[in-house]
């Protein structure tokens, strides 16, 4: 079997995979975020942290919590490794630096699981797993919740109407932060990351605390590894779509994914969640095929991007190519050029930020791909929550860009779209390409962070871009030829995570608020469709369309002009 069609073949296996997955899932997740009723282990939570679940919440106080439980998960975060040197089960890793412990604490936090360190050179047990895990499921159940809380914004029975004065007025609630934040975690992520978990310990991947010890000679010198609790790390990672490592090597590591089984399935993992929540949003709405009308969306942009990918990558430009079956340099022999060109794709179109190959080494116009996927927004499909928003933010946009064209009020989902609703969304898709733009140019401006790029040229920049990039939308890939452990790297790609991540929630659950205080719109003959194959269209052109227009220049300047001269 040649290796293009071993990859066409994992990639079939995949799509029935998470076609079966489907239903089930976002049918699941649907009833978890609609229901009534508390588990006895979630009261239990609620009493602990002294939350009251049945309290509706409007946007400020929704916002508020996420970001409240959000400084307080960044403050925790940073003692702990700043204690690491003290902590039992540390070892012998000493205390963090505060700018690398400022930054690791941002990226968990934020989702982006960004790493400046040698997972298995600087943590310690108690900081991997009572630290890192701990925020990989919460700050999924983070971007959940907010993912619901927009879609509550446009579901008409969640608007609930009070009176005052006599008089029926809508109060725009979207639940409560708390409850949907502890579903999430208790009903979501921990059953699904055991069981994940099982299936990976299961293939071979590592779950103990052993500490220190010698795995055998290599090239004539001693090799040392450190044990942990990879397989449960790893599950939640991908499910969760965090990213990072318990090694540096990441999920080419392999005790983390030891075959080419469980590189299938960590891909599933990471894609399975923001896919399935398609259907939830349409059950939410009362649509389904509103559902399938974003999930085709999702679906059209991620294969394509695959296909592209896998034709960069296996384009025989030279002998060396042709004798290696593809660009094989940095892709692990054990997955092929076909399985890391699937997960690079999977991995930076959601914002999981795992690789499983060195996206420094792939072709130009390869590397290009990578970046693109995290500059669509991260999209399709998404991070767990987060792409679920944001593509629904891109659709209020689509769907205002189709009533300019007919010369209409734009509505969406019975909700009009007005000028408050506009601007929310612009703003919510500007933020990002400012902090990406803004700090790439003030990096390549100053003589210090340049001195951090392995590569000149093309390359190098690419370096930069790739590294803003990823940090602003929260993925937290890296090309891996940049030395981003400086105060300056630490320091800057920590800020824009934090700012990537909480600015743009803040214009979503406004957004929400606004949506869900408004009166329904009925349709009429003159509404725009928006679960044909039509809006499905016109939504992926606008989305590839308003990506290049902002990204095409930087784009130009790193990865097209690399892959045009090679």
Not at 259 to 269: A, H, M, V
Request: aromatic residues 10%; glycine residues 12%; proline residues 4%.
């Amino acid at each position: 079997m040649g290796p293009v069609l071993a990859g066409v073949l994992q990639l079939l296996a995949l799509i029935a995979a998470l076609a079966l997955a489907y239903v089930p899932l976002g049918t699941y997740m649907a009833k978890v975020y609609s229901s009534d009723k508390h588990w006895r282990a979630e009261k239990w939570i609620y009493k602990g942290i002294g939350a009251d679940p049945n309290t509706e919440m409007r946007w400020p106080a929704y916002l508020r919590g996420v970001l409240a439980f959000s400084a307080v998960g960044v403050l925790f975060l940073y003692l702990l490794q700043r204690l690491q040197g003290v902590l039992p089960g540390s070892l012998g890793f000493s205390a963090i630096d505060p700018d690398q412990a400022f930054n690791t604490a941002a990226s968990f936090v934020t989702n982006t699981d960004w790493q400046s360190y040698y997972g298995e050179q600087a943590m310690g047990h108690v900081v991997q797993t009572a630290g890192l895990a701990v925020q990989n499921f919460v700050s999924a159940a983070v971007g959940l919740a907010v993912a619901v809380a927009l879609v509550r914004g446009f579901a008409l029975p969640h608007s609930r109407l009070r009176s005052s004065g006599g008089t029926p007025i809508r109060t725009g609630e979207l639940g409560n932060f708390w409850a949907d934040l502890v579903r999430g975690t208790v009903r979501i992520l921990v059953p699904g990351a055991v069981i994940a978990a099982i299936v990976l310990v299961a293939c071979g991947a590592i779950q103990n605390f052993s500490g220190i010890h010698e795995v055998g000679q290599f090239l004539g010198r001693s090799q040392q590894w450190n044990g942990g609790a990879v397989a449960s790390q790893e599950a939640i990672k991908e499910l969760g779509t965090n990213g990072g490592g318990y090694f540096n090597a990441n999920s080419a590591h392999p005790f983390e994914n030891p075959t080419p089984f469980t590189n299938l399935f960590e891909i599933f993992l990471l894609l399975v969640i923001p896919f399935a929540l398609t259907r939830t949003f349409g059950i939410l709405v009362g649509s389904v095929r509103q559902g399938y009308a974003i999930l085709a969306t999702m679906a059209t942009i991620w294969v394509g991007f695959v296909a592209l990918m896998m034709w960069t990558e296996f384009a025989h430009h030279g002998t060396a190519f042709q004798i290696a079956g593809g660009a094989t340099e940095g892709k692990e022999t054990r997955f092929g050029v076909g399985a890391s060109s699937i997960f690079a794709v999977s991995t930076t179109l959601t914002s999981t930020g795992a690789v499983d190959s060195f996206h420094s080494s792939f072709t130009g116009l390869g590397g290009g791909i990578t970046l693109l996927g995290m500059m669509l927004g991260e999209i399709a499909p998404g991070g767990t929550g987060s792409g679920l928003y944001g593509m629904l933010i891109m659709a209020i946009i689509a769907v205002f860009i189709a009533g300019l064209m007919v010369g209409r009020t734009p509505e969406y989902l019975g909700r009009k779209i007005g000028t408050r609703e506009i601007k929310l969304a612009a703003c919510y898709i500007l933020i990002t390409p400012a902090l990406v733009l803004t700090f790439t140019a003030i990096a390549m401006a100053l003589p210090t962070p340049a001195h951090s790029m392995t590569n000149s040229g093309a390359h190098g920049f690419s370096e930069i871009l790739y590294a803003y990039t990823s940090a602003s939308n929260n993925n937290g890939s890296a090309f891996a030829g940049l030395n981003a452990d400086t105060q300056w790297f630490n320091s800057t790609l920590g800020l824009a995570m934090i700012l990537g991540r909480f600015l743009p929630m803040v214009f979503v659950l406004a957004l929400a608020g606004s949506l869900a205080g408004q009166k329904p719109v009925p349709a009429t003959a003159g509404t725009l469709r928006t679960e044909k194959p039509l809006f499905t269209g016109l939504l992926v052109g606008a989305i590839l369309i308003i990506t290049g227009l902002t990204y095409f220049p930087a784009l130009a300047l790193g990865p097209l002009a690399e892959g045009l001269a090679s």
